[in-house]
């Protein structure tokens, strides 16, 4: 079973630029979250999709956003970047989203904000 | 304040030596406890998963957690080289939805062998 995959692994932007992520979840997993990791901060919560519908969003400036299509898969766009955006950013995947289960990551996007 | 915090090391042992990672936190609501590892340039993996208070065991991993004191751990016996990692805590409530867990920043282990 092939696991969370996430693209692009690296990427390098100028401030101002925007970027997308793209996040294929674990086949049958239909909750897809995101979390950016940064040195101090740790593992911060961004949001979570569900039946392409975002169920819950943590404490981000709006210029963070994403969405999921029907087939799971989501993306995540930052705009108008600034240097404190560069980070790893994590998606996660789930079977349901209420019931207590593993949390599947995948390897990350690591951006880093010219 | 943080809500939970973590000293993030690092932390360098010998091999075959007991480790002892710790968490605390403030948020009295957190019901299950997790670590995860996290190996350099990957992802984290589920390590262990705890709900409320008490003990738990896999192999050569001990976790705690006692909520009276805010407090949870996890305890390597005979650590390996191989167990070299980051080690990251995560809680949440009870009605929170599992995909969102709160994480401690995370200990940098290093195990010499």
């Known amino acids: 079973k092939a696991g969370v995959t996430q693209t692009p692994r690296y990427l390098i932007k100028t401030r101002g630029q925007q970027v997308t992520l793209s996040c294929s979840p674990i086949?049958?997993?239909?909750?897809v979250s995101w979390y950016q990791q940064t040195p101090g901060q740790g593992l911060q919560f961004l949001f979570e999709y569900f039946s392409e519908t975002q169920r819950n969003k943590g404490n981000f400036p709006g210029r963070f956003s994403g969405r999921q299509f029907s087939n799971s898969r989501s993306e995540m766009n930052v705009s108008t970047l600034e240097l404190g955006d560069s980070a790893l950013y994590l998606c996660?995947?789930?079977?349901?989203?209420?019931?207590?289960?593993?949390?599947?990551f995948g390897e990350g996007s690591r951006l880093t904000v010219l | 304040q943080k809500e939970v915090e973590q000293d993030p090391g690092p932390l360098s042992v010998p091999e075959g030596a007991i480790v002892s990672l710790n968490c605390t936190y403030s948020?009295?609501?957190?019901?299950?406890f997790m670590w995860y590892r996290q190996y350099s340039r990957k992802g984290p993996e589920l390590l262990m998963y705890?709900?409320?208070?008490g003990n738990k065991e896999d192999g050569r991993f001990t976790a705690q957690v006692d909520k009276s004191s805010k407090y949870i751990s996890l305890f390597i016996r005979d650590s390996q080289p191989s167990d070299s990692a980051t080690y990251l805590c995560a809680m949440r409530a009870e009605e929170t939805s599992g995909s969102r867990l709160t994480f401690g920043e995370g200990t940098q282990l290093t195990v010499n062998p």
């Open positions: 948020n009295s609501a957190f019901q299950y």
């Open positions: 996660a995947s789930r079977a349901l989203q209420f019931i207590a289960g593993e949390l599947f």
């Open positions: 086949s049958g997993h239909r909750s």
């Open positions: 705890t709900y409320s208070s």
